[in-house]
């Protein structure tokens, strides 16, 4: 790959975009050298602030004709180093493509610009009585979770980021501008190319438009804490909750340590035990049922304690306690970086796999606490780490690994909602196998040059080709 300055780029992109949308500041470069996860910083040359798709399009038509890597960024909360650029190269920062373009009442659609927030959207939706289901914590943009199919605490009831992509709007390596879906609820037609670039974290092709599903908002919500003596006995509650077919909207587990952790920090006074925090959408009179007949099954799993919340501020301090967990972790461990684990099970698997995570965090003398999407299968254990310290650097680095593997031999995931990135992508041919090499097969013909956020889930060899 042909080496250019940062002033050469620089020229390059000021012939096709106004001056004021080019920057080589090294503040602003520095703010695009990372994401929120512990993997090293590195600059991109050059940072460009479309307003347009005629912007990306004119921007990727100068990468691929000199041949310089493109990386797209959306705030930069990723966890796996996807916006690192590795290799340099431009970042496109779709910071000032925000608008919500269109609310389609009346389909359940609304379409909206990459560089739009989840909380942004949710404020617009609510005039409509819709919000926008996918929850992933972080207030991140719409194009950074649709890159990485994020999901989050409400994915057991409404689904993944991929389940809510009706439309894209990408633009390829090349420049090209395609459409990977339409607006009808269904289709037979051709490949789906949705589900493709969903997941695909900038590596064939970068998003402008994004059509999307939302939802009403539910009459009634109740949520609910509940605690028991052990985790096996949570997440069985749990299992039984599931298969007496409730529509529950949440089901997250958080483990004594992280309670604790969470009553520090939000001055909360929760029973110091693994823990449900649960939430129920529906009218009232069947949320009255779903929660007399939730008392009932977690009775019979040993449940110690069960407090619910109908009014809105008890709810919100519920999930706010929850959602701060992670802050809660780095505040109580001035310092030291989290590192975070993401795997994804099948249910059955689950509590064995927690336990099994719990016993290594233990084994190898590391601070963490566990907590996880527990309806669909996917917990992450919060690592607090001395990043000066190389030895429990190591040690969390052969946690991690442990704990894919367990998840991979029974039938797991490497990356249940945070992607892959370069953190991930050693595990890529051991989960998928001979699958890799038609994704290989699909990037080389997308993106033959390997410009697109290089480095990234298909791994190039040495001299950039792909493997």
């Not at 389909?107 to 009585?129: C, I, W, Y």
């Not at 929760?270 to 069947?286: D, M, S, V, Y």
């Not at 059955?348 to 016993?359: K, Q, Y």
């Amino acid at each position: 790959m042909p080496h250019h300055t940062t002033y050469e780029i620089a020229e390059i992109l000021k012939k096709d975009l106004p001056e004021d949308q080019v920057t080589v500041n090294d503040t602003v470069r520095e703010l695009h050298s990372k994401d929120e996860s512990y993997h090293a910083p590195q600059l991109p040359d050059i940072v460009v602030f479309p307003k347009t798709t005629e912007d990306v399009s004119r921007i990727l038509k100068a990468s691929s004709k000199h041949r310089i890597p493109v990386i797209p960024f959306g705030l930069g909360s990723s966890l796996e180093g996807h916006v690192i650029p590795t290799e340099g190269g431009i970042t496109i920062d779709f910071s000032l493509m925000n608008k919500v373009l269109e609310v389609m009442a009346n389909d359940f659609l609304v379409k909206v610009q990459p560089g739009v927030t989840r909380s942004q959207l949710n404020k617009e939706l609510k005039k409509h009585g819709l919000f926008f289901s996918v929850d992933p914590g972080a207030d991140a943009t719409l194009g950074g979770m649709v890159a990485t199919n994020a999901s989050g605490t409400t994915s057991v009831k409404y689904g993944v980021m991929r389940d809510q992509v009706r439309d894209l709007e990408v633009v390829l390596a090349d420049g090209m501008v395609i459409h990977t879906g339409n607006l009808a609820a269904k289709s037979s037609s051709g490949f789906h190319l949705n589900g493709l670039f969903t997941g695909s974290e900038g590596t064939l092709g970068c998003f402008t438009e994004l059509t999307l599903r939302v939802y009403g908002i539910p009459e009634h919500v109740a949520a609910a804490r509940a605690s028991f003596p052990t985790i096996q006995d949570a997440v069985e509650a749990v299992v039984s909750i599931l298969q007496a077919g409730i529509p529950i909207a949440r089901v997250e587990l958080v483990d004594e340590p992280s309670i604790r952790q969470v009553n520090r920090f939000s001055e909360t006074n929760f029973l110091e035990k693994p823990t449900l925090f649960l939430e129920f959408h529906g009218n009232e009179a069947g949320l009255k049922q779903d929660v007399e007949f939730t008392q009932e099954l977690v009775d019979g799993h040993n449940c110690e304690a069960i407090q619910f919340e109908t009014d809105t501020a008890s709810r919100n301090a519920l999930w706010e306690a929850r959602h701060n967990l992670a802050y809660a972790y780095i505040h109580g461990n001035p310092g030291r970086k989290m590192m975070v684990t993401d795997v994804c099970l099948p249910i059955s698997e689950l509590a064995g796999a927690v336990a099994h995570a719990r016993e290594q965090v233990e084994n190898l003398g590391l601070i963490g606490g566990i907590v996880g999407h527990v309806g669909d299968g996917n917990f992450h254990v919060l690592l607090m780490l001395d990043m000066a310290n190389a030895e429990e650097v190591e040690k969390a680095n052969t946690l991690n690994e442990q704990i894919v593997l367990y998840a991979l031999e029974r039938g797991g995931t490497c990356t249940g909602e945070h992607g892959v990135g370069f953190g991930k992508q050693k595990y890529q041919r051991q989960e998928h196998g001979d699958a890799l090499i038609v994704m290989e097969k699909i990037k080389r013909a997308l993106d033959p040059d390997n410009l697109l956020n290089p480095g990234k889930i298909v791994t190039p060899d040495k001299k950039g080709a792909l493997l």
